[in-house]
């Protein structure tokens, strides 16, 4: 059961272009929808968030966009930097006891060539 | 300042045999948390704890049991190991409350299960 489903697996970009990763999620319950990044041997570290009242969240080169109807959101990397090759996860979660307990998306796997 | 420490790093186990992974957090967080990562799947959460002596089970509890011994430290053991065991397992701690809870990923423990 895979209530956050995330595209593409893998991504090569050139550097100074554009990254996008989309993810749909099925829960109309999540209210909260945080970026992961993840490099290799290490634990994912929170890129940046969004709640749905809001349509769009910039902080820095990434962007998240957000459309409630239809139930998606995605991660913009503008001018993107070698540095950035990791991995990117998605994930949602809702209100209760904690926020924390998140529904990742599968994971993107971004190579950004110089 | 160390953040989320696991312990061990890697561990190679046989069919059947126990074991636990250890997870300590030295900011102080309320809320600790066990997930797994296996690919194409992304993070799976295996329990979570809100606070010392309360633990929650996530998405995939079975085969699994944890200890929340104390605010700091958060433990997660393997009776009887099978193969499907086999992951890399990720504690994180959060702080309770905030407008974007932002978890903090330990380094991860890679468990294989011969």
């Known amino acids: 059961q895979q209530q956050v489903k995330q595209s593409p697996q893998s991504l090569i970009v050139q550097k100074g272009g554009i990254s996008i990763i989309n993810c749909a999620y099925e829960n109309t319950a999540f209210d909260y929808f945080p970026w992961y990044q993840q490099f290799p041997g290490k634990g994912p570290a929170l890129l940046i968030a969004i709640r749905p009242d809001v349509s769009e969240k910039k902080e820095g080169r990434f962007t998240i966009s957000f459309n409630k109807s239809a139930k998606q959101f995605s991660l913009h990397i503008m001018d993107s930097q070698p540095g950035d090759s990791a991995t990117y996860f998605c994930a949602a979660s809702y209100g209760g006891t904690s926020y924390g307990k998140l529904t990742f998306g599968q994971g993107t796997i971004l190579t950004v060539h110089p | 300042n160390a953040g989320v420490t696991q312990t061990p790093k890697f561990q190679v186990l046989k069919t059947g045999q126990s074991m636990t992974l250890q997870c300590a957090q030295d900011?102080?967080?309320?809320?600790m948390y066990w997930y797994r990562q296996d690919p194409g799947m992304g993070l799976r959460l295996i329990y979570y704890?809100?606070?010392?002596?309360?633990?929650d089970k996530g998405e995939v509890p079975n085969g699994y049991n944890v200890s929340r011994l104390n605010k700091r430290e958060f433990s997660l053991r393997l009776e009887s190991a099978a193969p499907s065991q086999t992951s890399v397992y990720f504690c994180?701690?959060?702080?309770?409350?905030?407008?974007?809870?932002?978890?903090?990923f330990g380094s991860g423990t890679q468990l294989s299960v011969l």
């Open positions: 900011m102080n967080h309320n809320s």
């Open positions: 994180a701690s959060s702080v309770v409350g905030s407008t974007n809870e932002k978890l903090f």
């Open positions: 704890s809100a606070s010392e002596g309360t633990t």
